[in-house]
């Protein structure tokens, strides 16, 4: 008996998370069927290419830092198809604009003009308290950082004597760039966590989309079910029997294990077996919205930056401009610009039903403050509606989030992956897919000593 042979691991979703899955049980020599419900791979991976243009229409971010998607870009010989990013940032205050590289952030933070000499001495304060915790930042699982989850980044810089320009200027807006969300919802945990693992790190692109890293992985897969929505997975002493909707009707199938790959709050749904506690804590779970609008431009903008953080008093639906033309050489034709605007988790909710024409213009509005003169260059536009995107990470969660990881069975058939087990971003989506791979193929593994000892 070899693994090889035993029935197939069926893997519910063809994000970064289940690709990732998927394709290392592959490399293990365990068959594997993926199961989307899409018409494509990528989940929140998405490019659209439009006359010349080159658009992401969901994440466009890609930091060094993400050691799990750089592994399997590595893996997938996909090194020569990476650029190197432009890392400056721009931050507002008022009208003025401030350029801080995203490799450098403490060391460009102490030297700006953003903030007067005595915000920049409070910089210490947070680049030490960002030293003891550094350790803590897993991509893996953040609940390791639990015991810090007991406050938001406003509560944090008002303890530590950071309230003020340091907050309005730069903590606050790292926060709304990074997680859609005001700093006084969520946790100081999720703000550590963007200032070092995503923001404060070299930047990368893809030269043909983000969405040609979950094609790669595809491509290297046997089986991928496009269309195909799973019901339920259920487990019993031989295997799993898994129940989905395809484009010919209901099936159920059998196989020897399964990777669900889902939003937490869907997972009690398609494992209806799962602990109690567990299935309450994904239950609980809330997931923010965004907006993405594509800008294709006549002419590109004299603004140099990558990413312009946009704060609080520029604007309250608006969290971020990528100059996705500045970004990375290839993103638009030949003296044209192309800038995406992403938008607010409540600004999304409260126009997830206005028309695109609607969107767009009060968009523009919000644009112009950043980038004066921009709506008369406006060649085009695309408008990205995202529900769900990331977990709402109020302050405890991380504390709940232990828990849950410390009551997950190891020899289950039945494992779980997906963004909700640490900061929510293309990595820990990937890492995610990795470990409960790693985790099901050494359940697998035992399982399969145990019938070799039994059969003697």
């Known amino acids: ?201 070299k930047l990368f692109a893809f030269r043909d989309g983000y969405e040609s890293f979950p094609q790669r992985m595809a491509a290297k897969l046997p089986d991928v079910r496009l269309g195909c929505s799973a019901v339920d997975v259920v487990e019993d002493a031989d295997g799993v029997t898994v129940t989905y909707e395809g484009p010919s009707g209901r099936h159920v199938e059998r196989g020897s294990g399964a990777i669900i790959s889902a939003m937490g709050n869907r997972v009690p749904d398609l494992v209806p077996q799962l602990d109690p506690e567990r299935a309450r804590f994904l239950r609980d779970l809330s997931y923010t919205a965004t907006m993405s609008i594509n800008i294709g431009l006549r002419r590109t903008p004299e603004c140099p930056a990558s990413f312009v953080v946009v704060p609080r008093p520029v604007s309250e639906g608006m969290f971020a401009l990528i100059l996705e033309h500045n970004k990375v050489a290839g993103r638009a034709p030949k003296g044209k610009g192309l800038v995406s605007a992403f938008m607010m988790n409540q600004w999304a909710v409260d126009h997830m039903e206005a028309s695109d024409e609607d969107i767009v213009a009060e968009i523009l509005a919000d644009a112009e403050k950043v980038i004066p003169g921009i709506s008369a260059d406006v060649e085009f536009t695309r408008v990205n509606r995202w529900y769900p995107v990331l977990v709402y990470s109020h302050p405890g969660l991380y504390k709940k989030m232990a828990r849950f990881h410390a009551t997950r069975s190891l020899t289950s058939r039945i494992h779980l992956a997906g963004s909700y087990n640490s900061s929510g971003n293309v990595n820990t989506a990937t890492t995610a897919g990795e470990r409960a791979a790693r985790e099901l193929l050494n359940a697998l593994r035992g399982k399969e000593t145990f019938a070799l000892q039994e059969s003697r």
Not at 152 to 157: G, I, V
């Open 1 to 201: 008996m070899t693994l090889s042979a035993i029935a197939p691991v069926y893997v519910v979703g063809a994000g970064p998370s289940g690709l990732a899955a998927a394709l290392r049980l592959h490399e293990a020599g365990i068959p594997t069927v993926v199961l989307e419900s899409r018409d494509r791979v990528g989940g929140q991976l998405h490019t659209v290419k439009q006359d010349g243009f080159l658009m992401e229409a969901g994440t466009t971010i890609l930091p060094e830092a993400y050691s799990s998607v750089m592994g399997l870009v590595r893996d997938l010989d996909m090194t020569d198809e990476l650029a190197p990013a432009n890392s400056l940032m721009g931050f507002m205050r008022g009208s003025e604009m401030h350029y801080l590289r995203a490799d450098r952030l403490a060391i460009d933070a102490a030297r700006t003009k953003l903030l007067s000499l005595r915000a920049k001495l409070a910089v210490s304060r947070l680049v030490w308290d960002s030293f003891k915790q550094r350790k803590l930042l897993s991509y893996e699982d953040l609940s390791i950082a639990a015991a810090y989850d007991v406050e938001t980044p406003e509560d944090y810089c008002r303890r530590r004597g950071m309230a003020g320009e340091l907050y309005d200027y730069l903590i606050e807006p790292t926060v709304r760039g990074g997680a859609g969300v005001p700093g006084n919802m969520i946790s100081v945990v999720e703000f550590f966590f963007l200032w070092q693992k995503v923001l404060g790190t």
